[in-house]
């Protein structure tokens, strides 16, 4: 897969622009399932320049961090909250234990079979309490993006319930069960779109993707068991949709964070997630750079 230049091969200088000439900024955060924690550091790295979004978009995990940011969650908390659930063996044991059926005439009415997981209820056990229930609540106007599985098409939304939105924008197929969303069949989001930044191209002057699909690797010799490819030929496809929306319109900063063989599921990883991907807060921060510098000169 072809890298971006490291940033911490040119270190970024500061521009001081003069008030209100700094540009516009919005964000889409990518699908990628565990590999979606770095886009903690895209978060993080905002922050600290002070650079707040004025729209944000996102697909499966991305949307879910994405919902963060646009609560008002800075990348600090974001993390904190990760590391100390999703990263945490015996915060991920009990959170689970108690989505568990209370009766066995629940258990036998609802029934757990791998791959049937009520994503909603798994969502409300994790994310933290700062994400409010409805999209109107949200401090910074928020796309998820969702696939509608039989009208084969992408499904932005943006007002309303924000869990549902969440749930079938995160329903990853073979994990996780379809989400009816405006009577509709939603599946992960980034089916259709693995890193959402057209529908934010109209609103700001610099538009930033994050890609946290990744790809197989290996040495080219080991043979993939059957999740590893399944899992695997969806990074492929993704990546495939990925190459052509970057010829046919690219995003004014696009990244793509080292995230290794990183399964999707993998969220016990989160640490070494967040310690491989760590150099993209660098590559933001240059890119962010000479964007502003081509702003300037134009």
Excluded: C
Aim: glycine share 10%; proline share 7%.
């Amino acid at each position: 897969m072809p890298q971006l230049q490291r940033a911490e091969q040119v270190q970024p200088k500061v521009i001081d622009l003069p008030q209100g000439g700094i540009p516009s900024f919005a964000v889409a955060f990518g699908a990628g399932g565990a590999r979606g924690l770095a886009h903690i550091h895209i978060i993080e790295t905002l922050d600290e320049l002070g650079i707040r979004p004025v729209a944000i978009a996102g697909s499966s995990i991305g949307a879910i961090m994405a919902a963060g940011m646009a609560a008002g969650m800075s990348g600090e908390a974001i993390r904190d909250h990760a590391l100390a659930t999703v990263g945490n063996k015996s915060a991920v044991v009990s959170r689970l234990w108690g989505l568990r059926p209370q009766t066995v005439r629940d258990a036998v009415a609802k029934g757990v079979r791998i791959g049937q997981f009520n994503l909603e209820r798994i969502l409300k056990a994790f994310l933290p309490a700062e994400l409010p229930d409805y999209f109107e609540d949200l401090s910074i106007p928020l796309k998820i993006i969702a696939t509608d599985y039989y009208g084969q098409s992408e499904l932005i939304v943006e007002e309303g319930a924000l869990f549902p939105a969440l749930a079938a924008s995160a329903a990853i197929p073979a994990v996780f069960m379809p989400v009816r969303l405006n009577g509709r069949v939603m599946i992960d989001g980034g089916i259709i779109n693995p890193v959402p930044y057209e529908p934010l191209m109209n609103l700001a002057d610099i538009v930033i993707g994050i890609d946290v699909i990744g790809a197989p690797e290996g040495d080219g010799m080991h043979i993939p068991n059957r999740m590893e490819s399944i899992f695997g030929s969806g990074q492929l496809m993704m990546q495939t949709a990925i190459s052509l929306k970057l010829k046919l319109q690219p995003p004014h900063i696009f990244l793509r964070p080292s995230v290794g063989r990183t399964g999707v599921m993998d969220f016990l990883k989160a640490k070494e997630v967040l310690a491989m991907s760590a150099t993209v807060k660098d590559e933001l921060k240059f890119e962010i750079d000479r964007q502003i510098e081509l702003k300037l000169k134009s």
